[in-house]
């Protein structure tokens, strides 16, 4: 058929070593076109532009249409062949490089499932990638400028990967808990309640504080009450046990051993430190040697 066509251009030398484009091309399949099984020496992404087809990997098979990608993994065992009645027109690009790994575990692509159905706005990928073969040929300015495209190009996979959608749903979590924390913590607040606000399950919520911050829920509302238990310290003449009500805890004790724990010193001692190099301070700016008294901690 005069429809059909196949431009490509393979890179013969690859000068940069963390990321390199290895060929570039475009193809129109004639009905039943196949390649394979067999294998790559390198990474090789097919962007389907056109029309449909079956792709087997890993022991499964896709069937893919239009607006679809596939992803073809070192040494391993592939086939695709066109469509007998609707057979696709793709776009590819093969690559190397110390980096290609990580770059793509930060996509949807995966070895368990090497395709990316339809999350990707097509004309993008497409351009990028004859925006890749228009800048092909030998020398290291057309190597830069064509690795910049495929950098450009897989970083629109990464934009849309659900990794990057849950981590950005997560953070939004995260922020509403922090949100909450910051207006109440000085109730008895606790992590169910937190969970609540934000309309996930406790669980759930833990996930997403360990995804952003590595840290418990818990554990952050208790680092920030301590910090604000602080500056109380530091800043007021409260006595401990109205510090502890201030930031959420009916207990004096239960708030001094916890304090202790993130501190390392009790709160009275924490006080006590605080002033005292307030006053060393205050002498040393000064030149005076002696200073007001601190204030006393009110009953």
């Not at 060929?23 to 399949?29: D, E, R, S």
Request: charged content about 20%; overall charge neutral.
């Amino acid at each position: 058929m005069e429809n059909n066509y196949k431009n490509s251009y393979k890179v013969e030398e690859k000068e940069l070593v963390s990321l390199s484009v290895y060929n570039v091309g475009f193809q129109k399949c004639i009905p039943g076109y196949r390649w394979g099984p067999g294998i790559r020496d390198h990474y090789l992404i097919h962007y389907i532009i056109s029309g449909q087809g079956i792709y087997k990997a890993g022991g499964k098979s896709y069937n893919l249409k239009a607006g679809d990608s596939f992803l073809v993994y070192p040494n391993t065992e592939v086939s695709y062949a066109a469509d007998m009645k609707n057979p696709w027109e793709y776009a590819w690009v093969g690559f190397t490089g110390s980096d290609a790994s990580m770059i793509l575990r930060a996509t949807d692509f995966s070895q368990d499932s090497p395709v990316i159905q339809e999350n990707i706005p097509g004309e993008s990928i497409r351009r990028q990638i004859l925006h890749i073969y228009d800048a092909r040929g030998n020398g290291l300015e057309h190597a830069v400028e064509m690795t910049g495209r495929l950098y450009t190009m897989l970083s629109l996979f990464m934009q849309n990967s659900s990794r990057k959608k849950n981590a950005d749903t997560a953070s939004s979590y995260v922020q509403k808990s922090i949100e909450f924390i910051t207006a109440n913590y000085s109730y008895n607040i606790t992590v169910d309640d937190m969970a609540d606000y934000v309309g996930i399950s406790r669980s759930h919520l833990f996930r997403s504080f360990q995804n952003v911050l590595r840290i418990s829920p818990k554990e952050y509302l208790t680092a920030f009450r301590m910090k604000q238990a602080g500056y109380l310290l530091e800043h007021s003449r409260l006595s401990v046990t109205a510090i502890a009500n201030s930031v959420g805890f009916d207990n004096s004790l239960y708030f001094s051993k916890v304090f202790h724990q993130i501190k390392q010193v009790s709160p009275r001692e924490y006080r006590k430190n605080f002033l005292e190099k307030q006053e060393a301070n205050s002498v040393f700016e000064t030149g005076e040697d002696a200073v007001s008294a601190p204030p006393k901690e009110s009953p």
